[in-house]
């Protein structure tokens, strides 16, 4: 009876020890997305008042703002931290998810091992999201950019239209929400798995450390970065 409970007992602190690992992994996470989205809405705030943005782009805008008194403004400034949101969250849960595997992998790593090891994973995944968050918002805005592209518009007076100013405004914050995440959610991370009590067994297996590494490795030559 004593032995038929052992393993029981052991795979009871595994499933403990894994379940405040994910808790962990969530929760920083969490604090990488809040901070690289409080950034966004800075970033969003100063740029909207510096550009002049008043919100009102189409029909609908404008109605909210002449029948129901809603600031347009506040409502643009909301639509881009909302839009921001979803991108920053892939980023950040996977930042914490590479840091987590990386110290798995070569629990000898310090800090600054870390850091740099998950960032090259960062900035190949940033460079991938980037050029779909471009391609995303050029789709969307392609009739409005062809209609100026017929009307033989100079360059100044298309970058003033309030329709494409406002596009441009909402890639711009958003790319550079998402290259900050980077750096805080994998500080953050690396500075948590540092800390973190070492397993009491510490031996790890050869071939996963050497999976990891070959993934960072593919990684960063998938998506090189200059």
């Known amino acids: 009876m004593p032995q038929s409970r052992r393993p029981r007992t052991a795979a009871g602190q595994e499933g403990q020890l894994k379940g405040r690992e994910s808790i962990q992994r969530r929760e920083l996470a969490v604090v990488g997305t809040l901070t690289s989205l409080s950034l966004t809405g800075l970033l969003s705030a100063v740029a909207i008042d510096a550009v002049h943005l008043r919100g009102v782009t189409d029909d609908s805008s404008f109605l909210l703002d002449m029948s129901y008194s809603i600031n347009t403004q506040g409502l643009l400034l909301a639509g881009i931290i909302i839009g921001a949101l979803g991108v920053l969250d892939d980023v950040t849960v996977t930042q914490a998810v590479t840091v987590e595997e990386l110290a798995v992998a070569n629990p000898g790593y310090t800090f600054r091992q870390l850091y740099r090891a998950a960032g090259r994973v960062g900035r190949a995944h940033i460079a991938s999201v980037i050029n779909t968050i471009i391609l995303a918002y050029s789709g969307a ?86």
Do not use: M, Y
Not at 167 to 177: P, S, Y
Not at 204 to 226: G, I
């Open 141 to 226: 805005a392609l009739p409005l950019l062809l209609l100026f592209s017929i009307g033989d518009q100079d360059l100044g007076d298309v970058l003033r239209n309030p329709v494409l100013a406002q596009e441009i405004v909402r890639a711009v914050v958003g790319t550079l929400g998402l290259i900050a995440a980077v750096p805080i959610t994998t500080a953050l991370a690396a500075l948590a798995a540092t800390r973190r009590t070492p397993p009491s067994d510490p031996s790890v297996s050869a071939r996963h450390r050497k999976h990891v590494n070959s993934l960072l490795d593919a990684a960063a030559h998938s998506h090189p970065v200059p």
